[in-house]
């Protein structure tokens, strides 16, 4: 799950939501909020904006 969440973001091309990435990947709101705080501990993802997420480069 952790890979389709980076992959969404990326081909968003712009900060979004954990709401957003569910639409986009028509998933289940607890495994994208799970793989959320995976990436997030992880380093993988950074909050340019408030309530939105990035990939970090």
Do not use: H, Y
Not at 31 to 43: I, N, P, Q, R, S
Request: aromatic letters at 4%.
């Amino acid at each position: 799950m952790k890979e389709q969440v980076l992959k969404a973001m990326n081909e968003a091309g712009k900060p979004v939501s954990a709401g957003d990435v569910t639409k986009i990947l028509n998933a289940d709101r607890k495994e994208v909020d799970k793989a959320f705080a995976e990436l997030k501990k992880e380093g993988a993802i950074i909050s340019p904006v408030r309530c939105k997420w990035a990939p970090a480069k």
